[in-house]
T-cell receptor
Framework: DAMVIQNPRYQVTQFGKPVTLSCSQT?????MYWYQQKSSQAPKLLFH???????NEADTPDNFQSRRPNTSFCFLDIRSPGLGDAAMYLC????????????FGPGTRLLVL | QKEVEQDPGPLSVPEGAIVSLNCTYS??????FMWYRQYSRKGPELLMY????GNKEDGRFTAQVDKSSKYISLFIRDSQPSDSATYLC???????????FGKGNQVVVIP
């Protein structure tokens, strides 16, 4: 089935140790999003790619970076994770058509020790 | 003031009851309104998608949008234990891109 896949589902890292989260999609969608969702909080958009065009949200910390090497894959890099970065990270895709839905992956839960 | 306000609940109802959820918002540019359902440890999935004011019905689910009051609602009729999840409202001025989400309402339907 076409879907959005996130790896790993759970990630434990140490304070300050760089970590990379992965998202892949089989939907051939133009747009890929990364959201951060903390417990009992709304998902917060970090950035998105429209094809190769990177769009950063104004309040996304510099500690968060992203790469999209091809249509199918998108990575979230956290350069120096702090305790406050522990959260669920959600990847989503859409075709770019405003009438079409965003499809979400299952998320990666990040724990920072 | 946050762009989207949603009382996080939790909300417990007996099976068969009507569940009523709502969100308020401050940005009058929002035109597209969505409700997502999120089961524990899963990503959100789209339930309802409406444009501008009005009602939309899909099976046991009804979404209402009142742009004059900046208020949207989701009703679940004949609630089932499988409806137990967190329900997130989301909205955007530009369709399904750059969504502003509410915090989510945790709903528990008790058999």
């Amino acid at each position: 089935d076409a879907m959005v896949i996130q790896n790993p589902r759970y990630q434990v890292t140490q304070f300050g140790k760089p970590v990379t989260l992965s998202c892949s999609q089989t939907l051939n969608h133009n747009v890929m999003y990364w959201y951060q969702q903390k417990s009992s909080q709304a998902p917060k958009l970090l950035f998105h790619y429209y094809d190769k065009d990177f769009n950063n949200e104004a309040d996304t910390p510099d500690n968060f970076q992203s790469r999209r090497p091809n249509t199918s894959f998108c990575f979230l890099d956290i350069r120096s994770p702090g305790l406050g970065d522990a959260a669920m990270y959600l990847c989503a895709t859409s075709s770019g058509d405003p009438e079409e839905t965003q499809y979400f992956g299952p998320g990666t839960r990040l724990l920072v020790l | 003031q946050k762009e989207v306000e949603q009382d996080p609940g939790p909300l417990s109802v007996p099976e068969g009851a009507i569940v009523s959820l709502n969100c308020t918002y401050s940005n009058s540019a929002f035109q597209y309104f969505m409700w997502y359902r999120q089961y524990s440890r899963k990503g959100p999935e789209l339930l309802m998608y409406t444009y501008s004011s009005g009602n939309k019905e899909d099976g046991r689910f009804t979404a209402q949008v009142d742009k004059s009051s900046k208020y949207i609602s989701l009703f679940i009729r004949d609630s089932q234990p499988s409806d137990s999840a967190t329900y997130l409202c989301a909205m955007s001025p530009y369709g399904n891109n750059r969504l502003a989400f509410g915090k989510g309402n945790q709903v528990v339907v008790i058999p």
